[in-house]
């Protein structure tokens, strides 16, 4: 092999080298300008949800917002209700029979005590009723439960307290008698 023919060789290989190298880069291109626009999709994806996602939260603020401005509402209108309620048409008891106490429990009421003090009903038609006022779907809470059961099993009694004054000691003492 001659010189000429060995420095031919030597060019086409290269020349084959650089064709190949030159399919590699452009592969190579191809693939990363292919990676940018799926990196730039889910870019644009990400954001798309993301607002998405933003509006959504505020729809859903708006909501929560409205629906704890309108318990709010119901609750202050049970709770001026639970004091007008003796002053309905149809209440069943004397108004003035009813003390307000609102909490744990809305009302005692006396029922014809008036009535058995102005010497009109006998004792026996004197009632204690404890009353709870409530609204819509609302429930007795815990304790509410508690003292009606405790009134249901009869666990309800009459004390009477007495305040003594300790002149010695300048205290006061509370005595407790049936």
Known sequence: MTLTTMLLIIILLMIALLVWTIQRIQLQNKALLQSEQDVAQI??????????????????????????????????????GEQFTPFITDFPYNPSDCRFMGEPIDYVIFQNLHECA????PIEDVHLIIAEVKTGNARLNQRQKIIKQA????????????IKHCEDTEDMRVNVSA
């Open 43 to 80: 870019k644009n994806e990400m954001l798309e949800r993301e607002a998405g996602f933003q509006q959504q939260l505020a729809k859903d603020i708006k909501v929560a917002q409205k629906r704890s401005n309108n318990m709010q509402r119901n609750v202050l209108k049970g709770q001026i």
């Open 151 to 162: 009134i249901q099993n009869g666990q309800v009694s009459f004390k009477e307290l007495r």
């Open 118 to 121: 102005d010497g009109n009903v």
